[in-house]
């Protein structure tokens, strides 16, 4: 029953940890899509495909850059600050994206 | 003279085409309004200027339907000059656009908009040291207030003239060596008329679109796409990293490097007013009240406070109608002149329509009050993980909104909301499931057959019509997209969220009054021509000579009785030839119509004198008063009127049935009995085509009051609903529930099957949503009633089982994980 409602819910709720970070230094790395409303964050890798990491990059997401937290709908989007410009990206999409804080 | 303007989504590019063209392109704040180039026309010193509107694209890659198209438009067009508009307020992020329209070689300038939301975040902008950062043009300019036009205009002129630019070359540092070895051996194949440099860059960013136009020269093409191959593997052995990454960091260093020095700025990175706003709007709970207010609120604007409108505009068309009525030739005694049956009948429709101008003007206003607002990007942010579990998108919403999600919206301006869906497979199904939605025009059939059928469970009849759409919509959009739909393109949902401007007065009146506009436009022609052709189908080839000389038979016997009674009386003389008593009509109908809604006594004294001095003999027998004689004929002319009703009643009902439609509606009955359905349903049905609202309107004409002769209400003596009821014996809740069903998945209008195809962008789609839809609406229909007989359920318990049926069919789609191309 539980593993029905995790797979209703999308299965990518926010208990999912990254899987073992593949350098020393990235210990306090996580997913995007694990960050709390508030918290703030720089992009360090962007493991998604193509078509999403160029958009993401023309919008100005890529590595390097200092993110916010302004809303997160739990099961669905998050709404990002990067600088001037206020994006709103898919929970797969953030699960792809790996900051540091 | 070709010209382009060029920008990142909501930068202000149709604000500014339509300031330059005195256009009224569609603006509104959300990124991704103009999908397709629009082209306008003005003079740009003394010469004429064609001026495109391209979409909005953040890059120039060619991953995107929009990116596509605006480079094709800018390579293939070769245009004199391309305005690209750039959002002064967010001046890093829009440089990284211009870059590569400077690599493009296109002549540039840019027009620096927004310089006022700028100027309130306190950003001071030195756009004379950013022309010469980037040896281009720049107008600062506020496209909303027609600020710095002229500035802009002069630029352009210059910019059209000999080419002073010498553009910024962006140093890409250790690629640049790559770049330098392709470019020369680009340089070696003739005919290559786009920029080298351009070529370059693309080829080692792996560009699709580039690489298939490379590999079209050959030989010597593919010896080049092999080189950059090895020369981007090459640069990642070297530096780890790969080479269009690289090429996306250095745009994004330079453009950090040129707006720190050109943009002084407070420091920023606090939440900003929007940020603080957004905390409450975009909460992941307190979000979805807010959403379910805003929605409640257009409902009870537009459907309610609408409504109440119409109370007030309609005598305006009801005098329309009049005044056509008087104008044309009078009535006959049992049936009509055809000049006056076409046109009443093309003013019966189209003022059915026009009767919904307050609810739509009140819709449209309060939309774009939302749109400039900025509240449509926070509404797909928040509806988008709900949606996309079933194949739609979060911008999904508002053409599903607009569509009657509740009960009363309209297909054809939800179907055009649709362009805003960026993702196609998701648009597609979003357009091919909209009118499944509950439009106004659907409403009085569920009200008729509820009241008749389900009059003890009125509520929970209307509960279930008004919430079985939206679960069948979810369903089937859902099967569309593991089925048809799957090879369609998708996109993953990232979206710029524009900060919240504050709307105008006077811009959100205009848009609002705009769009009533082209809906009048559009609804009015659509529905005028189909409305002949409908009529032309239900009279054609009207009463056998036979039937015509049987009812005329009547009529004269029916008349001559009349005349015989009234001989007997000095009213006689005024009554006594056919010609006499169809002007006593006459007379009667324009007095009816006079004393309508007069409730003032001393007004209807007034218009009681008028029609007395314009013969007191007519006068006399519709308002006998104690006149013993003048009772008589009154009586009399009682006896007459029912007589007339009866045959004119008859005749239509017989022409109908003759008809070509009235065929094809017994001819379709041996296969619609099976879905409950009889051949004057089938004809009902037909007729919505052309627009639902003819429903109704179809049946009130076939099932015809029997007997008539009541005073106060000659023509309609018992309601519609008692009439079916009566006429249609065998009816049971389980053919009311089958029709209901069928109505809601019936196809959309003729109005809302071109917006089909205009927005799918195919014919063939159109057909489509033609034929699934027929398809679904006669299996359930048919479901229901053969079904529901089979196992000999009543109305309700069909009713509540079938709903039971949707909840699980929702459910179930739900938990489909379609295996999503990867993002
Ligand atoms: N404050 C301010 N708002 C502006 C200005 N110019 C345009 N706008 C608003 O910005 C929003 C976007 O304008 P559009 O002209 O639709 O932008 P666009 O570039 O055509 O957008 P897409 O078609 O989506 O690419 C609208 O709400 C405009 O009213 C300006 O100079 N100042
Ligand atoms: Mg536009």
Redesign the interface.
């Known amino acids: 029953m539980t593993r ?1 409602i995790r ?2 819910r ?1 299965g990518r709720g926010p208990q999912e940890r990254m899987e073992a970070p593949s350098a020393e230094g990235l210990r306090a790395a996580s997913r995007l899509s694990n960050l709390d ?1 508030g918290q703030e964050a720089e992009v360090f890798g962007i493991d ?5 990491r ?7 997401l ?4 200092r993110l ?1 937290v ?8 998050m ?1 990002l ?1 990067l ?11 953030a699960a792809k994206v790996l900051v540091r804080q | 003279m070709l010209m382009a303007l060029a920008g990142q989504p909501n930068a202000g590019k149709s604000t500014v085409f339509n300031m330059l063209t005195g256009a009224r392109q569609h603006v509104a704040n959300y990124p991704g309004v103009t999908v397709e180039k629009k082209v306008g026309h003005f003079k740009l010193n003394g010469h004429s200027v064609e001026l495109v509107d391209l979409p909005g694209t953040y890059s120039l890659t060619s991953y995107s339907m929009e990116e596509r198209v605006a480079r094709d438009v800018l390579l293939n067009g070769s245009p004199a000059v391309v305005i690209n508009v750039a959002d002064a307020s967010n001046l890093k992020r829009h440089l990284h656009l211009t870059f590569q329209l400077m690599e493009m070689g296109v002549p540039l300038v840019i027009a620096l908009n927004m310089m006022d939301v700028a100027e309130e975040r306190n950003q001071r902008i030195d756009h004379e040291l950013l022309a010469r950062k980037l040896g281009v043009a720049v107008a600062p300019l506020v496209g909303r207030k027609n600020t710095g036009k002229t500035g802009l205009l002069a630029a352009m002129i210059q910019a059209a003239g000999e080419s002073l630019n010498a553009p910024l070359r962006l140093d890409y540092g250790p690629l640049e060596q790559s770049i330098f070895v392709l470019e020369k051996a680009l340089g070696d194949i003739p005919d290559l008329n786009l920029p080298h440099r351009w070529l370059a860059l693309k080829l080692l960013e792996a560009d699709e679109n580039v690489k298939d136009k490379i590999s079209e020269f050959g030989d010597p093409g593919k010896e080049i796409l092999a080189l950059a191959q090895e020369l981007s593997a090459s640069f990642q052995k070297a530096t780890e990293e790969t080479a269009d990454r690289w090429i996306e960091k250095r745009r994004y260093e330079t453009a950090e490097a040129i707006a720190k020095e050109c943009v002084h700025a407070p420091d920023e990175g606090g939440p900003t007013f929007s940020d603080k706003v957004d905390r409450i709007i975009c909460h992941r709970i307190l979000g979805y009240p807010i959403l379910f207010g805003v929605l409640y609120l257009m409902y009870y604007l537009s459907i309610e406070l609408g409504y109440e409108l119409t109370n007030y505009t309609w005598p305006a068309l009801a005098w329309v109608r009049e005044t056509a009525a008087s104008a044309l030739p009078a009535e006959g005694f049992v049936s009509d002149p055809m000049l006056r049956s076409l046109i009443l009948w093309l003013v019966d429709s189209i003022n059915a329509l026009l009767n919904y101008i307050p609810i739509f003007l009140i819709l449209f206003v309060y939309i774009a009050f939302l749109e400039d607002l900025g509240y449509m990007p926070r509404m797909a942010f928040l509806l988008d993980a709900f949606f996309r579990r079933y194949g739609l998108h979060g911008q999904s919403t508002l053409p599903l909104v607009l569509g009657g999600v509740y009960v009363g919206g309209c297909a054809v301006p939800g179907v055009m909301a649709c362009r805003a869906v960026p993702d196609e497979r998701a648009r597609l199904a979003t357009i091919l499931v909209v009118p499944m939605m509950n439009c106004l025009a659907k409403v009085p059939l569920y009200i008729l057959l509820i009241g008749v059928y389900f009059a003890a469970y009125k509520g929970q009849a209307m509960f279930f019509i008004a919430t079985i759409t939206i679960l069948m919509a979810l369903t089937t959009a859902k099967l569309l997209n593991l089925s048809v739909l799957r090879d369609k393109e998708t996109a993953p949902f990232i979206m710029e969220m524009p900060p919240y401007h504050s709307p105008t007065v006077s811009g959100v009146l205009r848009r609002g009054v705009e769009r009533v506009w082209i809906y009048v436009k559009k609804i009015t022609t659509v529905v005028a021509a189909v409305s002949v052709i409908l009529f032309v189908l239900m009279q054609f080839p009207g009463l056998s000579s036979e039937q015509k000389a049987n009812m005329d038979a009547r009529a004269q016997k029916a008349q001559t009785a009349f005349m015989r009674a009234a001989q007997k009386t000095p009213l006689g003389e005024a009554v006594n030839s056919p010609e006499k008593i169809d002007q006593l009509f006459d007379f009667e109908s324009r007095y009816k119509s006079a004393r309508m809604g007069v409730t003032d006594q001393s007004k209807a004294d007034g218009i009681d004198a008028d029609f007395q001095e314009e013969n007191a003999n007519f006068f006399a027998i519709l308002k006998p008063g104690k006149d013993k004689q003048a009772k008589t004929v009154s009586r009399a002319f009682k006896k007459l009127r029912r007589a007339r009703l009866t045959l004119r009643l008859e005749a239509k009902n017989e022409i109908i049935n003759r008809s070509i439609l009235g065929g094809l509606g017994k001819w379709l009955e041996p296969v619609t009995q099976y879905a409950g359905f009889t051949w004057r349903v089938n004809v009902a049905l037909l007729s919505a085509l052309a627009a639902k609202e003819n429903t109704v309107a179809t049946l009130g004409a076939l099932y015809q009051p029997v007997d008539s002769g009541d005073e106060d209400s000659p023509k309609q003596d018992s309601a519609l609903e008692s009439r079916m009821a009566r006429q249609e014996a065998g009816f049971t809740p389980l053919h009311a529930l089958a029709l209901m069903l069928f109505m809601a998945l019936y196809p959309p209008c003729m109005a809302a099957t071109m917006v089909v195809k205009v927005q799918a962008g195919s014919w063939k789609w159109m057909l489509f949503s033609l034929v699934y839809m027929t398809a679904l609406g006669s299996v359930v229909a048919f479901l229901i009633f053969s079904g529901g007989s089979l196992l000999g359920l009543t109305g309700l318990e069909a009713m509540a089982w079938f709903y039971a049926a949707a909840v699980a069919a929702v459910i179930v789609t739900g938990l489909i994980r379609p295996k999503h191309a990867e993002t």
């Open positions: 029905w797979r209703w999308g409303v998604a495909g193509r078509k999403a160029c958009r993401l990059a023309s919008l100005g890529i590595p390097g850059s916010r302004v809303a997160n709908c739990r099961y669905g989007p709404l600050s600088g001037e410009t206020r994006l709103m990206v898919e929970r797969g999409v």
